[in-house]
């Protein structure tokens, strides 16, 4: 997880410096590292013996890079390529959610995250509206001219 966290702060520090492309970059590479492991322990097996911390990690990071992902789509104004990820990542984590047991570690982070994304991807079609919407400001009448 360590090339995971390097990514991520690396995309960060390119958002914040208004780089989405490369952010969008970073944040694919992140993707990359954490995915297999959410994914396995998720569907495949979670190791009992981990501790709920430690079998929640894999997604709560997962999710992290998924709204990060979309957050560089949106500042780039590709709002389909960012809502189809958020969508994607809803879809995932609901599979999660009803493949695990209810005693699994990490059952009640994979539903909260379904939530999250649920309220994210509703949040992220305003954010498109809004940004659309041209806004007519009438301007200040001047002085008359002599």
């Known amino acids: 997880m360590d090339y995971w966290q390097q990514q991520m702060q690396a995309g960060n520090k390119a958002l914040a410096a208004h780089q989405p ?39 709560f990071c997962l999710a992290a890079t998924i ?22 990542a809803l879809h995932w984590f609901e599979l999660g959610a009803a493949q695990m047991a209810a005693e699994h570690p990490a059952a009640l982070a994979v539903l909260m995250q379904v939530a999250q994304f649920r309220q994210d ?9 809004y940004s659309q919407q041209s806004v007519w400001i009438q301007p200040e009448p001047s002085g008359l001219l002599h």
Do not use: G
């Open 21 to 59: 492309a490369q952010a969008e970059y970073c944040y694919r590479q992140a993707l990359k590292d954490v995915w297999p492991v959410w994914f396995h322990s998720c569907f495949i097996e979670s190791p009992a013996e981990l501790a709920q911390e430690q079998a929640c990690l894999p997604t």
């Open 121 to 129: 991807y509703q949040q992220l079609k305003w954010r498109q509206h």
């Open 67 to 88: 709204r990060n992902l979309a957050e560089s789509y949106a500042r780039q104004k590709r709002w389909r390529r960012s809502q189809r990820t958020l969508r994607q």
